[in-house]
């Protein structure tokens, strides 16, 4: 079954999108019946993947065009700058950092199991009810790590960021299935001297397995379910 986050997060996007004059925080609170330190901890993951604004008064709303424009449309510094702003709270259930996606920097190779591991993060993601994001050269402290190895060893024929794209599409396609490339999106920015990769992730409308398995998000991890939990969870996650 979803977790309590995930619903509440949910919920709170459906309040915000049904009131565009936006909603104080207190109120929220009561229309869910949380606590208001709890919806402020919920406001602040959910800027993860929703352009979320708030006003003097302290209402917080969704900018519907940024929102209905979906992605893609930001100004590059920034979001560089909110990138920053997010590394430094840390991963949450909305935020994955991943150091690399084919450089193993422990055993010094290029490693087919870091681009797994993205893969198996990005199918969490999209089975999940809000999405997420991955942002690829963030080690798990927080430090940017850039991807100049990985560019390296991503596509030696092409060792730039087209070809290290190209090479996560392939993965991402191949494993998840074609139609995935409805539910992710992946951009490039720079932090200082460092480039990142972010992979913005919408929740899938049914179902997506990664090797015959189904993976959820669960805190700020991604878990395989067993058969029972999976059946469970998607009976609640894709109500008809």
Same mark, same amino acid.
């Given at each position: 079954?979803?977790?309590?986050?995930?619903?509440? *997060?949910?919920?709170?996007? +459906?309040?915000? *999108?049904?009131?565009?004059?936006?909603?104080?925080?207190?109120?929220?609170?009561?229309?869910?019946?949380?606590?208001?330190?709890?919806?402020?901890?919920?406001?602040?993951? *959910?800027?993860?993947?929703?352009?979320?604004?708030?006003?003097?008064?302290?209402?917080?709303?969704?900018?519907?065009?940024?929102?209905?424009?979906?992605?893609?449309?930001?100004?590059?510094?920034?979001?560089?700058? &909110?990138?920053?702003?997010?590394?430094?709270?840390?991963?949450? &259930?909305?935020?994955?950092?991943?150091?690399?996606?084919?450089?193993?920097?422990?055993?010094?190779?290029?490693?087919?199991?870091?681009?797994?591991?993205?893969?198996?993060?990005?199918?969490?993601?999209?089975?999940? *009810?809000?999405?997420?994001?991955?942002?690829?050269?963030?080690?798990?402290?927080?430090?940017?790590?850039?991807?100049?190895?990985?560019?390296?060893?991503?596509?030696?024929?092409?060792?730039?960021?087209?070809?290290?794209?190209?090479?996560?599409?392939?993965?991402?396609?191949?494993?998840?299935?074609?139609?995935?490339?409805?539910?992710?999106?992946?951009?490039?920015?720079?932090? +200082?001297?460092?480039?990142?990769?972010?992979?913005?992730?919408?929740?899938?409308?049914?179902?997506?397995?990664?090797?015959?398995?189904?993976?959820?998000?669960?805190?700020?991890?991604?878990?395989?379910?067993?058969?029972?939990?999976?059946?469970?969870?998607?009976?609640?996650?894709?109500?008809?």
């Amino acid at each position: 079954m979803t977790t309590t986050k995930a619903s509440r *997060l949910f919920q709170i996007q +459906h309040l915000l *999108l049904a009131h565009p004059e936006g909603l104080k925080q207190s109120e929220i609170a009561r229309h869910l019946g949380a606590h208001r330190s709890t919806i402020m901890r919920d406001i602040i993951d *959910l800027t993860i993947v929703l352009p979320i604004w708030e006003d003097a008064s302290g209402r917080v709303g969704i900018q519907r065009d940024d929102y209905l424009a979906s992605y893609g449309l930001d100004e590059p510094k920034r979001i560089a700058t &909110e990138l920053e702003t997010l590394i430094a709270r840390g991963e949450s &259930e909305l935020l994955e950092f991943k150091v690399a996606a084919c450089w193993n920097s422990h055993r010094q190779i290029k490693d087919a199991k870091m681009v797994d591991n993205i893969v198996e993060t990005v199918a969490g993601f999209m089975n999940s *009810l809000m999405g997420g994001v991955i942002l690829i050269g963030v080690a798990d402290d927080g430090q940017v790590i850039g991807l100049a190895d990985d560019y390296r060893v991503a596509d030696v024929k092409k060792q730039d960021r087209d070809g290290y794209e190209l090479v996560l599409r392939n993965a991402l396609n191949d494993k998840l299935g074609g139609d995935s490339v409805l539910f992710y999106e992946i951009r490039f920015f720079q932090i +200082h001297s460092d480039e990142v990769c972010r992979v913005k992730v919408k929740p899938a409308s049914k179902p997506v397995y990664f090797r015959g398995s189904f993976y959820v998000r669960n805190g700020n991890q991604t878990r395989r379910l067993t058969t029972q939990e999976a059946v469970e969870y998607m009976r609640d996650r894709w109500k008809e």
